[in-house]
Nanobody, 119 residues
């Protein structure tokens, strides 16, 4: 079992910044990749960024150059630095963990943290 707890959401004006954190606990040695997803009202959940245990990163086109994903292995924590935020970034952001030998989809999810960007 892996537990994930997000923090750092809030309300910010367009052009501002926020940093999300995801603290992992439990069987963290079984975690391979981790990712940030988001879901806006009435829309499907989408992958924002991901990072493998080796440090390789992936960014969705709509956040490239604005968001940075970082993983601190000593602290079992993942971060998402979000700069130049836009109103369309408003969503609930979820942290997720993919286990070695797990399912094709992410195996564990956090409860989500709300990010609201006002225009």
């Amino acid at each position: 079992q892996v537990q994930l707890v997000e923090s750092g959401g809030g309300t910010v004006q367009a052009g501002g910044s926020l940093r999300l954190s995801c603290a992992a606990s439990g069987n963290t040695g079984s975690v391979n990749a981790m990712g940030w997803h988001r879901q806006a009202p009435g829309k499907q959940r989408e992958l924002v960024a991901a990072i493998t245990i080796g440090g390789s990163t992936y960014y969705a086109d709509f956040v490239k150059g604005r968001f940075t994903i970082v993983r601190n292995y000593d602290k079992n924590t993942m971060y998402l630095q979000m700069n130049s935020l836009k109103p369309e970034d408003t969503a609930v952001y979820y942290c997720a963990a993919d286990l070695f030998g797990g399912t094709p989809d992410y195996d564990y999810w956090g409860q989500g943290t709300q990010v609201t960007v006002s225009s």
